[in-house]
């Protein structure tokens, strides 16, 4: 094996894990206030649609772009009004919201173009194309995000009042800071980070949207968050580990291995999954999410 076998293996784990990468970024957001969000799948599948409909309509990539966050947006208030303002349940939003995207792409997608709930071919001006080092833009875009989600959460009054209301909102409220301003926000900001995600798989890796495109890649997410026990940095190499586990299981497919033979292609594309199962099991040690994370707050009178 010589230096362009893992200059390619580097590339293309990279660009598989861009989606999961953006979407993991916006659990950070959102758990970091407060908010459980188990929703991202959903929210993925949404901006995907929505993406590859406004890209294919205008010809424009960036204009799938914007509709691609606004649809993630619009899922993510929806969220945030029955957890935040009504003090719903947030695992029951975050499965209704999964749902929800699941049954409106495909019955929307079906009714416009007829095609089984795929969207026409993308082309041209429609995809993202390449910019630099081989990579589109949505690329530097995801891993400016880590940067920014570092900084800002670290580094600024924003970002450490976000923290704290994930931690302590009594304590942040009696200082005369408002406890649903703050978690809104860190909601909205999910919701764009999952509408990258969902644009960049299906305007970006693709060239248009296919029905459950996302295949699980927001519980993934989840899971890579936890391990990275929501920090911005420790999240990128989580993602980018899964993306050499996506790799591994395209190239390892038809090989047979010393002593065992061939081995299924079902067997070498569960890699990912397996991981996650392994992650979610304790291997990493113990995970403790933010203190108020999933818990309503109920302002004291």
């Not at 691609?68 to 947006?73: F, N, R």
């Not at 995809?127 to 800002?152: K, Q």
């Not at 798989?201 to 936890?226: C, D």
């Not at 940095?233 to 591994?248: D, I, K, R, S, Y």
């Amino acid at each position: 094996m010589d230096l362009s076998f893992f200059v390619t293996v580097f590339d293309s784990s990279l660009r598989l894990s861009i989606p999961l990468l953006a979407a993991c970024l916006a659990g950070l957001w959102s758990e970091r206030s407060g908010v459980v969000d188990i929703g991202l799948e959903g929210k993925m599948l949404v901006a995907a649609f929505a993406a590859a409909a406004a890209a294919h309509a205008f010809g424009s990539a960036w204009i799938g772009l914007l509709a691609g966050i606004g649809a993630s947006v619009a899922f993510a208030l929806i969220h945030g009004f029955a957890s935040i303002s009504q003090r719903g349940n947030q695992i029951v939003s975050g499965v209704a919201i999964n749902m929800l995207a699941v049954g409106l792409t495909a019955i929307v997608g079906n009714a416009w173009y007829g095609q089984g709930g795929r969207t026409p071919p993308l082309e041209g001006a429609e995809r993202f194309g390449e910019v630099f080092l081989g990579h589109s833009a949505p690329v530097y875009i995801a891993l400016l995000a880590v940067v920014v989600t570092w900084f800002v959460l670290g580094k600024t009054r924003f970002g450490l009042r976000l923290r704290a209301v994930g931690e302590n909102p009594a304590a942040v409220d009696t200082a005369g800071i408002s406890v649903t301003k703050l978690r809104y926000a860190a909601v909205v900001i999910c919701g764009a980070l999952c509408g990258l995600a969902g644009t960049y798989l299906s305007v970006g890796q693709s060239a248009g949207f296919l029905p459950n495109m996302t295949a699980g890649k927001g519980f993934i997410a989840l899971a890579a968050l936890i391990f990275a026990k929501w920090r911005a940095w420790p999240a990128l190499g989580t993602c980018f580990l899964f993306g050499v586990l996506e790799v591994a299981a395209i190239r390892l497919q038809g090989i047979a291995l010393p002593g065992i033979g061939e081995v299924p292609v079902q067997a070498i594309q569960a890699l990912p999954y397996l991981m996650t199962v392994i992650l979610l099991a304790g291997v990493i040690g113990k995970a403790i999410p933010p203190r108020a994370s999933g818990v309503p707050y109920v302002k004291e009178r």
